[in-house]
């Protein structure tokens, strides 16, 4: 579970979103993020952004925002597996499932289909409810991107 609270992010959004578009730019977020952490990567908060944007439209809405805070705060930035978990659960249920190991495939240019997102998570699925856990997440990741 994200640490802030869904009011939380509600607040921050609004105020990044200061045009009141329901929409925050990738150059809003760098702007807004280096004004609280002098040292943070540019580079990496588009790069997560990027990731994340699930309609493709170069911005972030309240949830995909929600998404963000969440790898954020939680990921291991050092491990890619672990950034693509954070960016993969879009519920924020600490499990992948098929949907989410399908966007995020997609994202990282894997030429899965739906379908075989599904029979991946069936098979190899280490979770009473069907899901995959970090560590079966991790071992997919890197047998699709050797
Ligand atoms: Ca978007
Ligand atoms: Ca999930």
């Given at each position: 579970?994200?640490?802030?609270?869904?009011?939380?992010?509600?607040?921050?959004?609004?105020?990044?979103?200061?045009?009141?578009?329901?929409?925050?730019?990738?150059?809003?977020?760098?702007?807004?993020?280096?004004?609280?952490?002098?040292?943070?990567?540019?580079?990496?908060?588009?790069?997560?952004?990027?990731?994340?944007?699930?309609?493709?439209?170069?911005?972030?809405?309240?949830?995909?925002?929600?998404?963000?805070?969440?790898?954020?705060?939680?990921a291991n930035h050092k491990?890619?597996?672990?950034?693509?978990?954070?960016?993969?659960?879009?519920?924020?249920?600490?499990?992948?499932?098929?949907?989410?190991?399908?966007?995020?495939?997609?994202?990282?240019?894997?030429?899965?289909?739906?379908?075989?997102?599904?029979?991946?998570?069936?098979?190899?699925?280490?979770?009473?409810?069907?899901?995959?856990?970090?560590?079966?997440?991790?071992?997919?990741?890197?047998?699709?991107?050797?």
């Amino acid at each position: 579970m994200p640490k802030l609270s869904q009011s939380a992010i509600r607040s921050i959004f609004k105020a990044l979103d200061s045009e009141n578009t329901g929409k925050v730019s990738p150059q809003q977020m760098v702007a807004q993020l280096q004004k609280m952490d002098h040292k943070i990567d540019g580079e990496h908060v588009k790069f997560l952004m990027d990731m994340i944007d699930k309609n493709n439209d170069g911005t972030m809405d309240v949830h995909e925002f929600g998404v963000f805070m969440n790898v954020y705060e939680n990921a291991n930035h050092k491990v890619p597996a672990s950034v693509f978990f954070y960016c993969a659960d879009s519920d924020f249920s600490g499990t992948i499932c098929h949907k989410e190991l399908f966007e995020i495939l997609k994202k990282l240019e894997i030429n899965v289909t739906e379908a075989q997102s599904k029979q991946i998570t069936n098979i190899l699925s280490d979770n009473k409810d069907g899901t995959l856990s970090y560590q079966m997440f991790e071992r997919i990741i890197e047998l699709f991107t050797k």
